[in-house]
């Protein structure tokens, strides 16, 4: 199987290769596709005279992966011999990297020089779109990362010319005039340096006035990554540049303190999606966050795209505590409150259940008539939510299109909750539906 991570050889040799056969596709990927037919082929082939009759491609395959190591390792003489043997400077890997991909990572530029002169294309790309100078810049060439730009004149504003680099390598592109804000599918270079937390790079790049609030596709900024990647060294830095701070709230308090305080960032300030500082320290359920923000003018009643308060995400999510801060602030909405008690109630969170009831006029008999809260409790099965209901004057003989909230403890065949239900209210007194009782229910499921 280790011949099949090389696929440099011609397609007029790779169709007659006994691993290859008819389809010229490996083994290994015809077990990929569940080819049966093409498997058996191969497995019935005698070994033997496979081996003596495709002896020679064999040797090309192994030969060209020794290519590609010495061009690595900056192996010169080996190079040569391999050549002479017959490998082929052109060849390719299945990851589509070139003899010049492989000379990228060498520690000296022999390998890549002669790559060069024997006419493989400076601009080649594998399948990930990265060129020699991306490799040379990741593994942290500098000798190669000058050679390319200084001598080659290579394009440096290349897609993902910053890969993993290193200040150094980062300093020759910049000297060479990079462009800073280059995109890579919605992610710049500052992005990336804040996710990994490099420091010395990232100041490199904000010395070139690279844009600190610049923003992903999803309204992403380079603060959001470094805070995200716990890299607050990184932060303060982009802070002290004016980064704005409501994309990046991941619940620590001294960090927040000091945006709000001493930036001067606003507070109410909203990503694409809409949302403010306060959206996200609640839907993270950080509570001194959110206690700070509420004190330092956080819009308490803030919506984002879809309508939803602070509130909304803390009920949903049944973050009791956070939900007791937000909800004495709040300006009551009423058709809100009604929203988050049905979810409430769904979801069996009776703690919120109860919040909500402390601190809003419900309507008790709208809740009945027009929402059925007592069936949806009873429907799912929530014992806890049926009493807490009942407790609140729910009538257990309120109709839903003809059927009660007894009706449906019977249908589901759940004794516990049928004797639960019936205990509130006497038999004769149960809505009957189509002339049948609540015993003619529970006596036809078997």
């Known amino acids: 199987m280790l011949l099949l991570d090389i696929?440099?050889?011609s397609e007029a040799q790779l169709t007659r290769n006994p691993f290859y056969l008819d389809s010229?596709?490996?083994l290994h990927i015809e077990i990929w596709d569940n080819s049966n037919r093409k498997i058996d082929k191969i497995i019935k082939c005698d070994t033997s005279k496979l081996e003596k009759t495709h002896c020679?491609?064999?040797s090309i395959v192994i030969n060209q992966q020794k290519l590609f190591i010495a061009l690595e390792n900056?192996?010169?003489?080996?190079?040569?011999?391999c050549i002479r043997a017959g490998a082929d400077i052109f060849g390719r890997d299945l990851r589509n990297v070139s003899c010049l991909h492989f000379s990228a990572k060498a520690p000296n530029t022999n390998a890549i020089e002669f790559a060069l002169e024997q006419g493989l294309s400076i601009n080649s790309k594998d399948n990930d779109g990265q060129t020699a100078l991306h490799v040379a810049s990741k593994f942290n060439r500098l000798k190669t990362v000058k050679y390319l730009v200084e001598v080659k004149h290579f394009l440096i504003n290349g897609r993902d010319v910053n890969g993993k680099g290193r200040e150094d390598v980062v300093k020759v592109l910049l000297d060479h005039e990079a462009n800073v804000s280059a995109c890579d599918d919605g992610v710049f270079p500052l992005h990336f340096f804040c996710s990994w937390g490099h420091i010395k790079v990232l100041k490199l790049l904000l010395d070139k006035n690279a844009d600190v609030n610049i923003q992903t596709n999803l309204g992403?900024?380079?603060l959001h990554y470094a805070a995200q990647n716990g890299h607050h060294d990184l932060a303060i830095m982009l802070l002290d540049h004016k980064a704005l701070i409501d994309r990046a709230l991941f619940g620590d308090l001294p960090f927040v303190e000091y945006c709000i305080q001493k930036h001067d960032n606003d507070i109410n300030a909203k990503n694409n999606e809409g949302e403010t500082s306060l959206h996200l320290a609640s839907r993270?359920?950080?509570q001194h966050v959110v206690s700070f923000l509420i004190d330092k003018g956080a819009e308490i009643d803030a919506k984002d795209n879809n309508g939803h308060t602070a509130l909304y995400f803390t009920c949903i999510n049944n973050y009791?505590?956070?939900v007791h801060i937000l909800i004495n602030k709040q300006t009551k909405d009423y058709k809100e409150r009604i929203q988050l008690l049905i979810i409430a109630v769904i979801k069996a969170y009776n703690d919120i259940v109860n919040i909500l009831f402390q601190n809003t006029d419900f309507d008790v008999a709208e809740l009945e008539h027009e929402y059925h809260l007592l069936h949806e409790a009873v429907r799912a099965g929530h014992r806890m939510i049926v009493e807490n209901l009942f407790k609140r004057r729910f009538q257990i003989d309120t109709e839903r299109d003809s059927s009660t909230p007894a009706y449906f403890s019977t249908i589901q065949a759940s004794f516990n909750r049928?004797?639960?239900c019936y205990q509130r209210v006497p038999i004769k007194q149960l809505k009957i539906k189509e002339g049948r009782t609540p015993l003619h229910f529970s006596s036809s499921i078997r």
């Open 7 to 9: 696929l440099s050889i």
């Open 24 to 26: 010229g596709y490996p």
């Open 56 to 58: 020679g491609e064999l």
């Open 74 to 81: 900056d192996n010169m003489q080996q190079v040569e011999e």
């Open 220 to 222: 992403l900024t380079p």
């Open 284 to 286: 993270g359920n950080f």
């Open 320 to 322: 009791k505590d956070v």
């Open 418 to 420: 049928a004797i639960f």
